[in-house]
């Protein structure tokens, strides 16, 4: 394997964006083009096999679909990435909810969808954590820190409608103490610094165990 020199890392990073996802998935995109002539090659030899052409078919378009989701995923990070805290505050409640499906994607979170709404019934984000446990998010993009009385309707949500979920409640302007005992043991709580080192891809938050 050639050695890339700080140079080339530099100019490459420095270079258009599409340049730069090409360069970060050089690797990734070199065994996709192996394996795409490949399975062409074994197409062509088996013209008279419609069964064949059918599989190969498949294949290319599982690898297609692969680098579609590689590329939304990029867009994705590097749009978060100019995302700060002081950007976060003058976010719309819904703006806030498509940043925090946002960061749960790019952090390996699955199955993320959006449900925020006037009807949403506590409930704003759906997905999967990684190691595969469902997880339902509520967003609360706040000038003021979440009260109690919201942890104790969001443990409600969850012991009534979501059995089987683990919570997970992101508030942009952190929770009052009281709000923070009331959550231990139910949820986990993603509070300004926590949203802050997520943001910052330093420590991404995990549904609470049990």
């Not at 954590?129 to 309707?153: F, L, S, T, Y």
Request: aromatic share 8%; proline share 5%; net charge neutral.
């Amino acid at each position: 394997m050639t050695d890339i020199s700080p140079d080339d890392e530099t100019k490459a990073n420095n270079g258009p964006r599409e340049w730069r996802f090409v360069w970060r998935h050089r690797y990734a995109m070199v065994l996709a083009l192996v394996v795409a002539l490949m399975v062409g090659t074994w197409v062509a030899q088996s013209a008279a096999r419609p069964l064949l052409w059918v599989a190969g078919a498949l294949v290319v378009a599982a690898l297609v679909w692969w680098c579609r989701g590689r590329m939304v995923l990029a867009r994705e990070r590097r749009a978060l990435g100019r995302v700060d805290l002081s950007e976060v505050d003058r976010m719309s409640g819904r703006e806030f909810e498509e940043h925090v499906a946002a960061l749960m994607r790019v952090h390996g979170y699955t199955a993320v969808t959006v449900v925020g709404g006037a009807d949403d019934g506590g409930v704003d984000v759906l997905g999967r954590a990684p190691d595969g446990r469902a997880v339902v998010v509520q967003c609360k993009r706040w000038n003021d820190p979440v009260p109690p009385n919201d942890v104790r309707a969001f443990i409600g949500v969850l012991n009534s409608g979501y059995e089987g979920y683990q919570g997970i409640f992101v508030a942009s302007s952190g929770f009052t103490a009281t709000a923070a005992e009331e959550g231990k043991g139910h949820m986990t709580l993603v509070d300004r610094d926590g949203l802050a080192r997520w943001m910052a891809g330093v420590e991404v938050p995990e549904p609470p165990r049990g």
